[in-house]
């Protein structure tokens, strides 16, 4: 069984703070691993994704997320946030088959 | 830009009613799946289907059914609407073959039923 854990629910943050979204997974096999971001309204967009290769995976607007294997973590990281970016963050892990296994979200408000 | 869309997007309707969420993709993709969202909780597939023809089951159980008659097409469909079953409910896609393959969501079907 895979599974995937983001340890905060919320988060708010100033306009210009820096931020880290935990994001830990559990799956014995190969990963594919995703951050996907959901603005108020709209629908989920892909942020970014690791395949392979290069464990620091950088993304849309600013993003970036690191790919730890002996640490089963993907944290998301951006080290300057804007209001533009509250929206809840999800982060998702692709093993067995082609079904992605979604982390319970994460809500970022950044304060102007 | 993916192209994968969703009616209706916002639905209100009595319990016993019958719905359909109609979802459908442009892109040509094999791979359709159904998620369902409650309010600040997880996402959890519900159904997914390879092809045209082929359907199955995802993680959470789930009293809706689908069907895939057109590669293009997966609407899914209540039969008797609960309150139970008020939840956003999301539609995606991706490719067939290899693996990392990227998938793609809907704007998503919000329900509510009273």
């Known amino acids: 069984a895979q599974s995937v854990s983001q340890h905060n629910h919320h988060v708010i943050l100033s306009e210009a703070a820096s931020l880290e979204l935990g994001c830990n997974y559990s799956?014995?096999?190969?990963?594919?691993l995703f951050w996907y971001v959901q603005y108020p309204g709209q629908h989920l967009q892909l942020l970014l994704k690791?395949?392979?290769?290069?464990?620091l995976v950088k993304g849309i607007k600013g993003f970036e997320a690191e790919f730890i294997k002996s640490k089963f973590s993907f944290n998301l990281r951006k080290p300057s946030v804007q209001w533009s970016d509250t929206a809840e963050y999800f982060c998702?892990?692709?093993?067995?088959?082609?079904?992605?296994?979604f982390g319970g979200g994460t809500r970022l408000m950044v304060k102007p | 830009e993916a192209d994968i869309y969703q009616t209706p997007r916002y639905l209100v309707i009595g319990t016993g009613k019958k719905i359909t969420l109609e979802c459908s993709q442009t892109?040509?993709?094999?791979?359709m799946y159904w998620y369902q969202q409650d309010p600040g909780m997880e996402l959890h597939l519900i159904h997914y289907?390879?092809?045209?023809?082929?359907?199955e089951k995802g993680d959470l159980s789930s009293e809706s059914t689908v069907s895939r008659i057109r590669t293009e097409h997966f609407p899914l469909t209540l039969e008797s609407a609960r309150p139970s079953h008020t939840s956003q409910y999301l539609c995606?896609?991706?490719?067939?073959?290899?693996?990392?393959?990227?998938?793609?969501f809907g704007e998503g079907s919000w329900l509510t039923v009273v």
């Open positions: 289907s390879y092809g045209v023809n082929s359907t």
């Open positions: 995606a896609s991706s490719e067939s073959g290899g693996s990392g393959n990227t998938i793609y």
């Open positions: 690791y395949f392979s290769g290069d464990p």
């Open positions: 998702a892990l692709k093993g067995a088959g082609n079904m992605l296994t």
């Open positions: 892109m040509g993709h094999d791979k």
């Open positions: 799956y014995g096999g190969t990963v594919n």
